[in-house]
C-alpha cells in the first residue's frame, strides 16, 4: 500500500454523497405525505376520491422532484470528485460504483413517484 495514499479523502466524498443522498429521500417523502395529506383533506371534508382538485398533489410532485434534483447532484458531484482521486486513493477500483448505483436507483424511483403523483 502506498504511504501517500489516503482513503480517508474517499470516505469524506462518500459521506457527502449519502448526506445528499439521505436529504433527497427526505425530501421525497415529505413530497408523498403533502400529496397524500390533500387526498386525506378531501375525504374528510367529503369531497372523495373523484375530486382532484386542490395544489397538494402539485406541491408534493414538486418535492419529489426537488429531492430527485438534489440526489441527482449529490451524485454528480461525488462522480467528478472520484474521477480526480488517484487510483491509489480509492479503496478498490470500483469502490464509486456502488454509491453510484443507489444514488441513480433513487432518481429513478424518485422520477416514478412523482409521475405517479401527478396522474
Known amino acids: 500500500m502506498n504511504p501517500e495514499a489516503d482513503p480517508r479523502v474517499y470516505f469524506?466524498?462518500?459521506?457527502?454523497?449519502?448526506?445528499?443522498?439521505?436529504?433527497g429521500?427526505?425530501?421525497?417523502?415529505?413530497?408523498?405525505?403533502?400529496?397524500r395529506f390533500g387526498l386525506f383533506l378531501?375525504?374528510?371534508w367529503g369531497e372523495g376520491e373523484a375530486s382532484r382538485h386542490?395544489?397538494?398533489?402539485y406541491l408534493g410532485a414538486a418535492l419529489?422532484?426537488?429531492?430527485?434534483?438534489?440526489?441527482?447532484?449529490?451524485?454528480t458531484q461525488y462522480r467528478r470528485?472520484?474521477?480526480?482521486l488517484r487510483p491509489a486513493d480509492l479503496p478498490t477500483p470500483r469502490a464509486p460504483l456502488l454509491p453510484?448505483?443507489?444514488?441513480?436507483?433513487?432518481?429513478?424511483?424518485g422520477a416514478a413517484l412523482a409521475a405517479?403523483?401527478?396522474v
Open 42 to 44: 378531501r375525504s374528510v
Open 12 to 23: 469524506a466524498a462518500e459521506r457527502t454523497l449519502l448526506a445528499w443522498v439521505r436529504t
Open 116 to 118: 405517479i403523483l401527478l
Open 81 to 84: 470528485f472520484c474521477r480526480q
Open 100 to 109: 453510484l448505483i443507489l444514488a441513480w436507483t433513487l432518481v429513478g424511483l
Open 64 to 75: 419529489v422532484l426537488l429531492g430527485v434534483v438534489a440526489t441527482a447532484a449529490g451524485a
Open 25 to 35: 429521500i427526505g425530501v421525497m417523502a415529505f413530497g408523498f405525505v403533502v400529496a
Open 54 to 57: 386542490g395544489v397538494s398533489p
